[in-house]
């Protein structure tokens, strides 16, 4: 049975499943054993409060790791120091170092796991670019999701200087949008491919009974699922909401900053996390689903994004309105795409309107981005015979 080892920026119970999720999904779906190590914790990460999602991952770390779904294995790893953009925290030492701190041995616990030797090394956060030194693997790849330096958080020098370091040892560079190949040019001159993001269309066209929070209310329903930072446009959505006040604005993702910059509405539910498993529910019944991003402050950030929710959107048969960038442009998909608040809200009114026949031109755009088929083109590029 291959083995493929996983380093990823979020842990295997985020409740934002992101692309890496999907692949080790993929690959245990085809009968590989997968070992999925996320970005460590420290006890840094206490001082900014301890959230429900800090509190699971803590939880991992003491459970010592389980095997989850089919073949997978996943574990989280606490250290002394984690690095991250502060004083000290961003230093060479802290980024070449870290992983030596940790308590247990992360390299004792991945052998002890039995990935001590794997078929496939795949990493995604610079955090964790080290391991193409400890472990011994057949092929690696290292996959560039987003532009690193749209997360001031994590981006450092010395990040970046480990994230140079491992493309050049490994065997391959998959990036996820046409905006990121100036940059993945630059880190791989050669063996740099382009991966786009897919859906897992197996889970979301399963018909799911309506979510609780739906019950006994006949206005459309406008939905968000994700994550909702300082890029998330806010005002559009407060605006919206006031222009049209027969329609349920319903945001499901971390509320934190939600609930400090969004106006309280007796339209605007924001209903916070919710597990992967149960999104179908809320896309399904829903009447169009947003992506409203702040393409005017941080342009650089999400330029290069390909978000997952806008192919989960269209598999549920939602339509969609987004804010214009150039990534959702070079898809060509069905979405709406506006520049501005006006827009916006004309958008929503026409993708309710004709939710019938957008949806229908939305399921049939991403069915032919599943997954399944994004992890026959990674083992494609990396020469692994994928039926094995």
């Given at each position: 049975m291959p083995k493929a080892l996983f380093c990823a920026c979020n842990s295997w119970f985020n409740h934002s499943q992101v692309g890496s999720h999907h692949l080790a999904r993929g690959l245990a779906r085809k009968g590989w054993q997968v070992a999925f190590i996320s970005d460590p914790v420290s006890p840094a990460h206490v001082l900014g409060g301890v959230t429900p999602e800090l509190a699971?991952?803590?939880?991992?770390?003491?459970?010592?790791?389980?095997?989850?779904?089919?073949n997978i294995f996943t574990w989280l790893p606490t250290t002394l120091l984690a690095p991250h953009n502060k004083p000290l925290l961003r230093s060479e030492w802290v980024a070449n170092n870290w992983h030596r701190l940790a308590l247990p041995s992360i390299l004792a616990k991945i052998r002890r796991a039995g990935f001590g030797e794997v078929d496939l090394l795949?990493?995604?956060?610079?955090?964790?670019?080290?391991?193409?030194?400890?472990?011994?693997?057949?092929?690696?790849?290292?996959?560039?999701?987003?532009?690193?330096?749209?997360?001031?958080?994590?981006?450092?020098?010395?990040?970046?200087?480990?994230?140079?370091?491992a493309?050049?040892?490994?065997?391959?560079?998959?990036?996820?949008?046409?905006?990121?190949?100036?940059?993945?040019?630059?880190?791989?001159?050669d063996k740099q491919y382009l991966l786009p993001n897919g859906v897992d269309?197996?889970?979301?066209?399963?018909?799911?009974?309506?979510p609780p929070e739906y019950n006994e209310d006949n206005r459309p329903i406008v939905v968000y699922v994700g994550v909702m930072e300082e890029w998330f446009d806010f005002t559009w959505v407060d605006h919206a909401a006031t222009q049209l006040p027969h329609y349920r604005f319903v945001l499901?993702?971390?509320?934190?900053?939600?609930?400090?910059?969004?106006?309280?509405?007796?339209?605007?539910?924001?209903?916070?996390?919710?597990?992967?498993?149960?999104?179908?529910?809320?896309?399904?019944?829903?009447?169009?689903?947003?992506?409203?991003?702040?393409t005017g402050k941080w342009g650089e950030l999400i330029r290069s994004i390909n978000p997952l929710k806008l192919y989960e959107y269209m598999t549920c048969g939602l339509p969609v309105v987004a804010s214009r960038w150039e990534t959702l442009e070079q898809l060509a998909s069905?979405?709406?795409?506006?520049?501005?608040?006006?827009?916006?809200?004309?958008?929503?009114?026409?993708?309710?309107?004709q939710k019938a026949t957008l949806?229908?031109?939305?399921?049939?755009?991403?069915?032919?981005?599943?997954?399944?088929?994004?992890?026959?083109?990674?083992?494609?590029?990396?020469g692994v015979d994928a039926t094995q």
């Amino acid at each position: 049975m291959p083995k493929a080892l996983f380093c990823a920026c979020n842990s295997w119970f985020n409740h934002s499943q992101v692309g890496s999720h999907h692949l080790a999904r993929g690959l245990a779906r085809k009968g590989w054993q997968v070992a999925f190590i996320s970005d460590p914790v420290s006890p840094a990460h206490v001082l900014g409060g301890v959230t429900p999602e800090l509190a699971a991952r803590f939880r991992l770390w003491v459970d010592g790791g389980s095997w989850v779904e089919e073949n997978i294995f996943t574990w989280l790893p606490t250290t002394l120091l984690a690095p991250h953009n502060k004083p000290l925290l961003r230093s060479e030492w802290v980024a070449n170092n870290w992983h030596r701190l940790a308590l247990p041995s992360i390299l004792a616990k991945i052998r002890r796991a039995g990935f001590g030797e794997v078929d496939l090394l795949y990493i995604d956060s610079p955090t964790q670019a080290y391991w193409w030194k400890d472990i011994s693997y057949t092929k690696g790849v290292y996959r560039l999701a987003d532009a690193p330096s749209g997360f001031v958080g994590k981006h450092t020098h010395a990040a970046q200087r480990a994230l140079q370091d491992a493309v050049k040892h490994l065997d391959a560079l998959v990036y996820t949008a046409p905006s990121l190949r100036g940059l993945a040019e630059s880190l791989r001159p050669d063996k740099q491919y382009l991966l786009p993001n897919g859906v897992d269309s197996r889970h979301f066209s399963v018909p799911t009974p309506c979510p609780p929070e739906y019950n006994e209310d006949n206005r459309p329903i406008v939905v968000y699922v994700g994550v909702m930072e300082e890029w998330f446009d806010f005002t559009w959505v407060d605006h919206a909401a006031t222009q049209l006040p027969h329609y349920r604005f319903v945001l499901i993702g971390p509320e934190k900053l939600a609930k400090e910059k969004l106006v309280s509405r007796e339209n605007v539910s924001i209903i916070g996390p919710r597990p992967f498993q149960t999104l179908p529910g809320y896309l399904q019944h829903a009447s169009v689903g947003i992506v409203p991003f702040d393409t005017g402050k941080w342009g650089e950030l999400i330029r290069s994004i390909n978000p997952l929710k806008l192919y989960e959107y269209m598999t549920c048969g939602l339509p969609v309105v987004a804010s214009r960038w150039e990534t959702l442009e070079q898809l060509a998909s069905p979405a709406l795409l506006v520049d501005n608040v006006q827009g916006f809200c004309e958008a929503i009114q026409t993708a309710v309107e004709q939710k019938a026949t957008l949806g229908a031109l939305g399921r049939e755009f991403a069915l032919r981005y599943d997954w399944q088929t994004r992890v026959d083109s990674l083992l494609e590029i990396l020469g692994v015979d994928a039926t094995q």
